[in-house]
C-alpha cells in the first residue's frame, strides 16, 4: 500500500537554484524518512525527521515536517548537476521501522 | 562502515529456474528487509527479519523463498518465477528492528525472467 504522495512527480532546475519538494501521507506516522535514488541504484538515506520534529538541516538540505498538514518538504539549496536524481519520501507507521515509500520526485539538474 | 552489499547485481533466469538472491551487511544490524521496486514505482516491502525471525511477510507469493542463515546474512530464493516478477529487488538493514532507526540500503539485484 502507498502511504506517500510526492509533488511535483518531476522538476527541472538550472544549477545554483534551490529545489523544493513536498510529500503528503494519509495516516500517523512516527516519523519520516527521505531517500535519494541515483538511475537504477539503491537508496541512500538523506534524512529522518521524527513525528515531534519541525524542522531538520543536514548540509544543503532542508527538511520539514507538519503533522497537523499530514505532509512534508525536503529543500536543496545551491543545487548541483551531482543532484539529479530521484526522491523519495517514506513514513514509518509500524513498530518495525519497515518503510512505506512515496511515489517519488524526479529531480533534473542542468548545469 | 555503513554498506549492505547485494549479489549479483544483474540477474537473469528462466521462469523454470531455481536462483538466489545474497545481501550481507557487517554493521552488527538485527533487523534485515527485501524491498521489490519496479521501474518508475517506489521500493514496497516484501519481507522483514527481526533477529534472524522473519516478522514480516507482506502476503509475498511463495514462488519467493527467503532465508536468513544468521544476523549478517539474508538470502531471497527464487523458483518459478513469472515475468512481471522481473524488478530491482533490494536488500536494507537497521540497527534493530523498531520504528525510527534509519533503513540503510544496497544497491539491488536487477532481477529479469524470460
Known amino acids: 500500500s502507498q502511504q506517500g504522495e510526492e509533488d511535483p512527480q518531476a522538476l527541472s532546475i538550472q544549477e545554483g537554484e534551490n529545489a523544493t519538494m513536498n510529500c503528503s501521507y494519509k495516516?500517523?506516522?512516527?516519523?519520516l524518512q527521505w531517500y535519494r535514488q541515483n538511475s537504477g541504484r539503491g537508496l541512500v538515506h538523506l534524512i529522518l525527521?521524527?513525528?515531534?520534529?519541525r524542522e531538520k538541516h543536514s548540509g544543503r538540505l532542508r527538511v520539514t515536517l507538519d503533522t497537523s498538514k499530514k505532509s512534508s518538504s525536503l529543500l536543496i539549496t545551491a543545487s548541483r548537476a551531482a543532484d539529479t536524481a530521484s526522491y523519495f519520501c517514506?513514513?514509518?507507521?509500524?513498530?518495525?521501522?519497515?518503510?512505506?515509500f512515496g511515489k517519488g520526485t524526479k529531480l533534473s539538474v542542468k548545469p | 562502515d555503513t554498506e549492505v552489499t547485494q549479489t549479483p547485481k544483474h540477474l537473469v533466469m528462466g521462469m523454470t529456474n531455481k536462483k538466489s538472491l545474497k545481501c550481507e551487511q557487517h554493521?552488527?544490524?538485527?533487523?534485515m528487509y527485501w524491498y521489490k521496486q519496479k521501474a518508475k514505482k517506489p521500493p514496497e516491502l516484501m519481507f522483514v527479519?527481526?533477529?534472524?525471525?522473519?516478522?514480516i511477510n507482506e502476503s509475498v507469493p511463495s514462488r519467493f523463498s527467503p532465508e536468513c542463515p544468521n544476523s549478517s546474512l539474508l538470502n531471497l530464493h527464487l523458483h518459478a518465477l513469472q515475468p512481471e516478477d522481473s524488478a530491482l529487488y533490494l536488500c536494507?538493514?537497521?540497527?534493530?528492528?523498531?520504528?525510527?532507526?534509519?533503513?540503510?540500503f544496497g544497491e539491488g539485484s536487477w532481477l529479469t525472467v524470460v
Open positions: 536494507a538493514s537497521s540497527p534493530i528492528g523498531l520504528s525510527g532507526n534509519t533503513i540503510y
Open positions: 527479519y527481526s533477529y534472524e525471525k522473519l516478522s
Open positions: 525527521i521524527r513525528s515531534n520534529e
Open positions: 554493521m552488527g544490524h538485527r533487523a
Open positions: 517514506a513514513t514509518d507507521v509500524g513498530s518495525q521501522g519497515n518503510l512505506i
Open positions: 495516516t500517523s506516522i512516527n516519523n
